[in-house]
């Protein structure tokens, strides 16, 4: 009886274990493309607003994202003064990295809905730091 109880226990044990690492796979954040990176930050950034989610996506000794954080400020602002909802999409990703390093470039597009958008280029730098991350972004002047 006692062996029957030790070999259910290690079976369960064993089956813990497995699910574990499945759920921590499937979980894991994916820093092997610099676009997935990019918009993944964009996404917890502007989408979600949430910054410890970005900040997963970010550089390890910070980054300038100045820029970036106006803009936010911005929509955010805009919302509560109109008591209106703006909403944030981007296109595809352009991609150019050489050498551990390199840039994302990205329109994001703001909008109310069945009103105004406006689009604006912006440059992303992102640098291959055990995986891609986000190290700054700069608005592209017209």
């Known amino acids: 009886m006692a062996l029957v109880l030790g070999i259910g226990a290690l079976l369960c044990a064993g089956g813990v ?3 574990v690492s499945l759920y ?19 996404r917890a950034y502007l989408v979600d ?6 900040a997963l996506y970010t550089c390890k000794s910070g980054g300038v994202f100045t820029q970036l954080a106006a ?5 955010e602002n ?3 003064q109109y008591s209106i909802t703006i909403q944030v999409t981007w296109g595809s990703l352009r991609v150019s990295t050489s050498n551990g390093k390199g840039t994302v470039g990205v ?4 909008y109310i809905i069945n009103s105004e958008q406006l689009t604006d280029t912006w440059q992303i730098v992102v ?3 055990d995986g891609w991350r986000a190290c700054g ?4 002047s017209p």
């Open 24 to 42: 921590d796979n499937a979980t894991a954040i994916k820093r092997t493309a610099p676009d997935a990176v990019v918009d993944s930050f964009i």
């Open 107 to 110: 329109d994001l597009t703001r």
């Open 17 to 19: 274990g497995v699910v």
């Open 137 to 140: 972004a700069t608005k592209e």
């Open 78 to 80: 805009r919302e509560r």
């Open 71 to 75: 803009y936010r400020t911005d929509i």
């Open 49 to 54: 607003r949430d910054d410890k989610e970005a």
């Open 127 to 129: 640098v291959d730091q």
